[in-house]
């Protein structure tokens, strides 16, 4: 039967079939390939980034990132992402389980409810939340009578980032969950635990990492969103200007060297959420091969087997 199957080595050492298996000149184009890509769309505009704020010197450099208007933008950039990623986690948590522990009708709806916001363009978002809160909104009269302003203040910026980014923690924790299946919970549930027992004890260990993964690409959206929060911030110096708005502001004011500098500090937090992204991928795999070990006694009894 052996003799039948034909395949060799790769360079590897991994059994790969002939007629699937590339030729070293094909490996080689194509990782070269991959790699001037990479540093077209990547490598070269961060470099470059970091040459435009610095071409000045460091004094300039130091002024544009410590300058009010900046602090101010980066500020309510960083408030934002901490209201938006918690009622997203919140929110993400809830449908998840709502998903892929129960039957119910709508659910379907519902996932595409949750998909919505990747559909939509983010300027159409922004609109939608100022013909519905604006001066001349559906609600913006009655929100006027009562001195409630959202739009053009920190409200209508935290929802168009919500709306913008609450599929991010559902949609990872959706397969996740449902290919862990519901077999735990519902022992758990024949032992007497309540709900909140069920899912402190069981589920929440058991997505913790897709959960961690979930926000931090949250975050990373909110601090850079721009279009839906150009349309109902008002762009106000000092107060409704995030980090993407204020750069754009002095990019428009041909303050290039100012406005590099800013763009740096969302590209030193895009670092950090890569490594954060990074540290959470590699505490993942670590887990995954942890639990997957392969049985010392099968490996045993099929090693036998083919002797």
Same mark, same amino acid.
């Not at 991959?34 to 004094?59: D, H, M, Q, T």
């Not at 996932?111 to 990747?118: A, K, M, S």
């Not at 397969?175 to 519901?182: A, E, K, R, V």
């Not at 758990?188 to 979930?214: D, E, H």
């Given at each position: 039967?052996?003799?039948?199957?034909?395949?060799?080595?790769?360079?590897?050492?991994?059994?790969?079939?002939?007629?699937?298996?590339?030729?070293?000149?094909?490996?080689?184009?194509?990782?070269?390939?991959?790699?001037?890509?990479?540093?077209?769309?990547?490598?070269?505009?961060?470099?470059?980034?970091?040459?435009?704020?610095?071409?000045?010197?460091?004094?300039?450099?130091?002024?544009?990132?410590?300058?009010?208007?900046?602090?101010?933008?980066?500020?309510?950039?960083?408030?934002?992402?901490?209201? &938006?990623?918690?009622?997203?986690?919140?929110?993400?948590?809830? &449908?998840?389980?709502?998903?892929?522990?129960?039957?119910?009708?709508?659910?379907?709806?519902?996932?595409?409810?949750?998909?919505?916001?990747?559909?939509?363009?983010?300027?159409?978002?922004?609109?939608?939340?100022?013909?519905?809160?604006?001066?001349?909104?559906?609600?913006?009269?009655?929100?006027?009578?009562?001195?409630?302003?959202?739009?053009?203040?920190?409200?209508?910026?935290?929802?168009?980032?919500?709306?913008?980014?609450?599929?991010?923690?559902?949609?990872?924790?959706?397969?996740?969950?449902?290919?862990?299946?519901?077999?735990?919970?519902? &022992?758990?549930?024949?032992?007497?635990?309540?709900?909140?027992?069920?899912?402190?004890?069981?589920?929440?260990?058991?997505?913790?990492?897709?959960?961690?993964?979930?926000?931090?690409?949250?975050?990373?959206?909110?601090?850079?969103?721009?279009?839906?929060?150009?349309?109902?911030?008002?762009?106000?110096?000092?107060?409704?200007?995030?980090?993407?708005?204020?750069?754009?502001?002095?990019?428009?004011?041909?303050?290039?060297?100012?406005?590099?500098?800013?763009?740096?500090?969302?590209?030193?937090?895009?670092?950090?959420?890569?490594?954060?992204?990074?540290?959470?991928?590699?505490?993942?795999?670590?887990?995954?091969?942890?639990?997957?070990?392969?049985?010392?006694?099968?490996?045993?009894?099929?090693?036998?087997?083919?002797?």
């Amino acid at each position: 039967m052996a003799g039948m199957i034909t395949a060799h080595l790769s360079p590897e050492g991994s059994a790969r079939p002939r007629h699937i298996d590339e030729s070293p000149l094909a490996r080689r184009l194509l990782i070269g390939l991959a790699l001037l890509f990479l540093a077209l769309v990547v490598f070269i505009p961060l470099v470059s980034i970091f040459i435009e704020a610095f071409r000045k010197g460091l004094a300039l450099y130091g002024a544009a990132i410590t300058e009010p208007y900046a602090l101010s933008a980066l500020r309510l950039t960083l408030l934002t992402a901490a209201i &938006a990623v918690p009622l997203n986690t919140l929110f993400g948590l809830a &449908a998840a389980w709502a998903i892929t522990k129960f039957r119910f009708r709508g659910k379907n709806v519902l996932i595409t409810l949750i998909d919505l916001p990747f559909a939509v363009s983010p300027i159409i978002s922004g609109l939608i939340f100022v013909l519905l809160f604006g001066a001349q909104g559906f609600f913006g009269p009655w929100l006027d009578e009562r001195g409630i302003q959202i739009i053009f203040a920190l409200p209508g910026i935290v929802l168009a980032t919500v709306f913008v980014t609450f599929p991010f923690v559902a949609r990872e924790l959706i397969p996740l969950m449902q290919s862990q299946g519901s077999q735990e919970e519902e &022992a758990a549930a024949t032992l007497g635990a309540s709900g909140w027992q069920m899912f402190r004890r069981v589920t929440l260990p058991n997505i913790k990492w897709g959960l961690f993964y979930g926000m931090i690409l949250c975050n990373a959206r909110a601090t850079g969103e721009f279009g839906a929060v150009s349309v109902v911030s008002g762009h106000i110096r000092g107060q409704t200007n995030t980090l993407p708005l204020h750069i754009e502001i002095l990019y428009n004011e041909y303050q290039f060297s100012a406005s590099f500098a800013v763009a740096s500090l969302l590209v030193l937090l895009a670092l950090v959420t890569l490594l954060a992204k990074s540290a959470v991928e590699w505490r993942t795999s670590r887990a995954m091969a942890a639990t997957q070990q392969p049985d010392p006694l099968a490996r045993e009894g099929g090693a036998n087997h083919a002797h």
